[in-house]
């Protein structure tokens, strides 16, 4: 699967995702893998930042709240509307483009940062968007982003609950089977029911690949590993908030920072 073809699915899912997910369904991002993602960003206050895969721009916008000077990408252009519309309605200088990931339109050394909130996964060719992301950072410039866990977000992947929907474990499967382009269906699973039954499942395309193909990945780059985190919920949080519970027997997401060498 190519660019142009990924593009059409999220531009097919933009419409919906934004409406939903500013509705709040989308819990996973709010209640845990944004405030993590945040909590280990090192201070953006001053500096000119890129989002990659910037989506409806909930997270560039926090971005720009953190004093950054944000430029944002996504390849889906209702997706680039509807951030557009959001900066107009309430300035904070955010730059939304309509833009591929792997080809970016900037100069060599523009920002002093960049990130990427759970988009690379869903590009076809991570190296090229790596290189891309190198390129136009400046020297000792960082990429921090966020992904599903290759270990445990695999194509096999099933939650496993009792018959009162309590959490048992995580059934992982198919870890070793690479996959590119293959569709998953799905939906805010906290979207009530009357939602759901609205509008189609979301159609998106995975492009699964290990941990250690990631990891030579950013070797093969050159950027230095800087960071790896993997958020998850106490027992407490676990009980409180039974939607986030599987992250307290493993985590969904891995957060990584990188840095670009000064030479």
Not at 159 to 180: H, W
Not at 199 to 225: C, Q
């Amino acid at each position: 699967m190519e660019a142009s073809e990924v593009a059409a699915c999220w531009e097919a899912n933009a419409e919906t995702w934004t409406r939903q997910a500013r509705a709040g369904y989308d819990l996973y991002r709010d209640a845990q893998n944004t405030p993590a993602f945040f909590a280990n960003l090192p201070d953006i206050d001053g500096l000119d930042g890129l989002d990659i895969g910037c989506g409806e721009g909930s997270n560039t916008r926090k971005l720009a709240e953190a004093g950054a000077s944000v430029t944002a990408i996504d390849i889906a252009p209702t997706f680039i509307r509807h951030a557009q519309e959001a900066e107009a309605a309430n300035p904070l200088g955010i730059d939304y483009r309509v833009a591929d990931g792997m080809a970016l339109p900037f100069a060599d050394a523009s920002f002093d940062f960049a990130t990427a909130f759970m988009s690379l996964m869903d590009m076809p060719h991570q190296d090229r968007v790596l290189a891309e992301a190198k390129r136009v950072l400046k020297p000792s410039g960082f990429l921090q982003f966020s992904i599903l866990h290759p270990c445990f977000a695999t194509p096999g992947r099933k939650v496993m609950r009792d018959e009162a929907g309590n959490v048992l474990g995580i059934e992982v499967r198919e870890y070793f089977r690479i996959t590119d382009g293959e569709i998953e269906s799905w939906r805010f699973g906290a979207a009530p029911a009357e939602e759901k039954a609205k509008v189609e499942p979301f159609r998106v395309p995975r492009f699964h690949r290990t941990l250690s193909d990631w990891i030579n990945l950013l070797v093969a780059s050159g950027f230095r590993i800087e960071l790896m985190h993997e958020p998850g919920v106490d027992a407490e949080t676990a009980k409180a908030v039974p939607y986030l519970a599987d992250t307290y027997i493993a985590p969904l997401f891995l957060h990584m920072r990188v840095r670009k060498p000064v030479r």
